[in-house]
């Protein structure tokens, strides 16, 4: 039984293999050379088995997937980031992302430039997937941070590893709704840091999802969905005490107000950068104070005209002493009476534009 195993074996091996070497003779035996014709597989190359097996074909972005490899394709070539970025079509950040996510993930293991396969895959036991937090909890009691406990959160550099990433999508539907909105907004799975900025927010910060779900929709409206952007917002929603559904789209509203009033001050102002933060914290005030569109125009035109340039802090006070009167549209401020002289009550006539630009010209430098 034992011979005819061999046999097959060897059957099979000889029928599987092209035969191109020539027959040779020693002592009357017929001796073949045998080769391998691999054809197009010729130019193959190993990819480890954990890609597939540790949930990075779910995880991992098709960006990522491919600099693994173009990597492995080629491992004994030293490849800049500028040829891989050209090679596959992508940015050199995306590059450095894709590298950070495979090391991050215990694939691989950096030494300056040099990768190679990580020891942490088969030596560790798997991290058991962390605790997900209620979604329907207030803030202060899902992670009781202050405030400065969240800025020092949000601007550290945490990495969640893959694994507690995934457990952490699949143990909560919330949590996996929060992945699929970014996927479907930005049309491509999140990339490795954007990964990590949605557990920064939910799992480190605390912030319930459905307001984060709220955060996330709010930045691809303006088209500032980045990581960086998404924490900012996120410290600034915590600090103003934005815990749910409610405050959230409150703030949203005032935040897509003053996004609008912003461009189009930008575009009458002829500016091309944006708003220092000081100014907009002024049109902020402006929009709070329920001023008009027309008022702020108004008060431009008339900025303008008295100092030759734009002046916020002199269209803030004009702005301001019109509010505190009880001025809501330009028709008003031509139509505004004078107040009555002791002397002559009956004697009354109406402000003039000269009067009424005279008289905040010299409130405004009595100030300075």
């Known amino acids: 039984m034992q011979n005819l195993s061999i046999c097959v074996i060897i059957y099979i091996s000889i029928a599987k293999t092209r035969i191109t070497g020539a027959c040779r003779g020693t002592k ?199 990581p960086a952007y998404m924490k900012a917002v996120a410290l600034e929603w915590i600090e103003s005490g934005i815990d749910n559904i409610i405050k959230a789209e409150e703030r949203i509203r005032i935040l897509q107000a003053q996004n609008t009033t912003e461009n189009r001050l930008r575009q009458k102002f002829g500016m091309t950068n944006a708003f220092s933060q000081k100014q907009k914290a002024t049109i902020s005030e402006w929009i709070n104070l329920g001023i008009p569109d027309e008022l702020i125009d108004e008060a431009y035109d008339r900025t303008l005209n008295q100092t030759g340039k734009l002046s916020f802090p002199y269209m803030d006070k004009i702005l301001k002493s019109w509010n505190a009167e009880g001025i809501s549209s330009v028709s008003q401020i031509d139509g505004e009476k004078k107040p009555a002289d002791d002397a002559a009550a009956d004697d009354t006539h109406s402000y003039s534009k000269s009067e009424i630009e005279q008289h905040t010209l010299n409130k405004y430098k009595n100030l300075k």
């Open 28 to 226: 009357g035996k017929l001796e073949l050379d045998y080769r391998i014709n691999l054809g197009a597989w010729r130019k193959v190359f190993a990819v480890p088995f954990c890609i597939a097996d540790e949930h990075h074909l779910k995880l991992a972005s098709g960006t990522q997937i491919k600099v693994l490899l173009y990597l492995l394709a080629y491992p004994d070539m030293g490849i800049r980031e500028e040829l891989i970025a050209t090679e596959i079509g992508i940015s050199k950040e995306d590059v450095s992302d894709a590298l950070l996510y495979w090391v991050n993930s215990g694939v691989l293991s950096n030494s300056g430039n040099e990768y190679f396969p990580s020891e942490q895959e088969h030596n560790q036991p798997a991290p058991a997937p962390q605790p997900v937090f209620t979604v329907t909890a207030p803030l202060q009691e899902t992670a009781s941070l202050s405030t400065p406990e969240a800025r020092a959160a949000l601007s550290s550099e945490t990495h969640f590893p893959p694994k507690i990433i995934a457990g952490t999508i699949n143990g909560s539907d919330a949590m996996k709704c929060l992945f699929q909105t970014y996927e479907r907004l930005s049309g491509r799975p999140p990339k490795h840091a954007e990964q990590q900025a949605l557990m920064v927010i939910t799992e480190e910060v605390g912030m319930p999802t459905e307001v984060s779900l709220m955060l996330v929709e709010y930045c691809f409206s303006i088209g500032k969905a980045t």
